[in-house]
């Protein structure tokens, strides 16, 4: 297997072999963004169709759809698959599902910004669920989360700043929920 990834606005935090095994000779991940993967072994291995081959992690430096921050780049290595006794070519290709309108999340803010003591998460969630609201330190270490379940309509977490302690001046802050991630920057005064 061989592919190419341009990645904007994204750190590399990652990349796990859970199906294949990876290792650092089989990545590449540039400063300018370029991730380059080719996996090979000698040995046959079976794989079903919903298989995670492998994850990456990364770290964006803004919010938005992860589908306008990665492409395949078939003009810097043709993503293909070898299968088969003759190894024969077959087509990689990146699919995302949308999330839905309603799996969006209103109103993710963060009060006060700059904080120094503690601050207010506050979102609006138009279907109950699952949400995990993350804090990363800018290398793309979690340093603290939460993870509720919430009814649908607004919604607010305190988090104090000795929570944060273990992270810098800027802190990344994310939340995930039905497929939707929002991102917002905090800064600690200290």
Request: charged fraction near 20%; aromatic fraction near 6%; hydrophobic fraction near 40%.
């Amino acid at each position: 297997m061989q592919l190419a990834l341009n990645c904007r606005d994204l750190t590399l935090i990652s990349l796990d072999g859970v199906a294949i095994s990876i290792t650092d000779d089989n990545v590449s991940f540039t400063n300018d963004g370029l991730l380059r993967l080719s996996w090979n072994q000698d040995k046959e291995l079976m794989v079903s169709k919903n298989d995670i081959l492998f994850r990456l992690t990364f770290n964006p430096g803004s919010g938005g759809m992860l589908s306008q921050k990665i492409s395949l780049a078939p003009e810097i290595l043709e993503p293909e698959l070898y299968l088969g006794g003759p190894l024969m070519a077959h087509e990689l290709r990146i699919d995302f599902v949308a999330p839905t309108m309603e799996a969006t999340i209103n109103s993710f803010r963060i009060d006060p910004n700059p904080l120094r003591n503690e601050a207010v998460i506050r979102f609006n969630l138009p279907k109950g669920g699952d949400v995990d609201i993350q804090f990363y330190d800018l290398s793309g270490k979690l340093i603290y989360s939460i993870q509720k379940q919430y009814e649908a309509g607004a919604h607010s977490e305190l988090i104090k700043a000795e929570d944060l302690s273990a992270g810098g001046k800027v802190i990344c802050c994310r939340l995930v929920s039905h497929g939707y991630v929002g991102m917002q920057k905090l800064v600690l005064l200290r």
